[in-house]
């Protein structure tokens, strides 16, 4: 298969790519760097991206920017950041990829563990992640020619709680996440919201 991973540099994205490029022909796309670029948070980016990159099986996306911050004191742009980038931005690789993609292909967009076990500060990122799961859950009954949707559900990643100098414990390698992804672009089924943690 051709598979497009949109985040490829990121710490879930690379693990990704690299588990799909044993078997698959892997495109690697980033905001800046990778075979194509792509900026999500603007419709453009992504139809330019799609022309450029072509006919596909199957688009991973695991980027999207939001920001973490008490209720109190995120702003409107704040809000607005994880709405365009994480939110919008993946929605906007599925109506524009439906025009690319081959029959029978497959999307894989990224939520997080924050939709269903929010924490003080995760008001933004936890209302993100739940629009994310109900648009999947909504997508998969009208996608056309067979083509799947899923969404992947992430815990804190080990290797990202490492980097912000938190204790990574409770954390769950990459290598495993990228697990999950392989599951939904492997699959039959549409629809689902994927708990990583299903797969450590």
């Known amino acids: 298969m051709r598979i497009i991973v949109v985040g490829a540099t990121g710490t879930i994205g690379k693990a990704v790519a690299r588990l799909l490029s044993t078997e698959h022909e892997v495109v690697r796309v980033a905001f800046r760097s ?15 991206m799609f022309r450029e990159a072509g006919e596909f099986d199957a688009l991973v996306c695991a980027a999207g920017v939001a920001r ?4 109190a004191e995120l702003t409107d742009d704040d809000f607005q ?6 939110l919008m931005g993946q929605v906007n690789l599925v109506r524009v990829g439906m ?3 081959r029959d029978h292909g497959s999307f894989t967009l990224t939520s997080g563990v924050l939709s269903h076990q929010p924490m003080p500060g995760s008001s933004s990122i936890s209302m993100i992640n739940a629009g994310l799961e109900g648009f999947v859950r909504a997508a998969a009954l ?7 949707i899923n969404v992947v559900s992430p815990p804190w990643v080990k290797e990202t709680l490492e980097a912000l100098d938190m204790d990574s414990s409770a954390g769950m390698p990459a290598q495993d996440v990228a697990q999950a ?3 939904s672009i492997h699959g ?11 797969f450590t």
Do not use: C
Not at 68 to 71: A, E, I, K, V
Not at 142 to 148: H, V, Y
Not at 188 to 198: F, K, Y
């Open 181 to 183: 992804y392989w599951a």
């Open 68 to 71: 973490f911050g008490s209720l």
């Open 81 to 86: 950041t994880g709405l365009t980038g994480k």
């Open 34 to 48: 990778g075979d194509f670029r792509v900026d999500m948070s603007q419709k453009e980016s992504i139809e330019s």
């Open 142 to 148: 009208e996608l056309p020619r067979g083509i799947r």
């Open 99 to 101: 025009h690319y993609i």
């Open 188 to 198: 039959a089924r549409s629809g689902l919201v994927i708990n990583a943690r299903d």
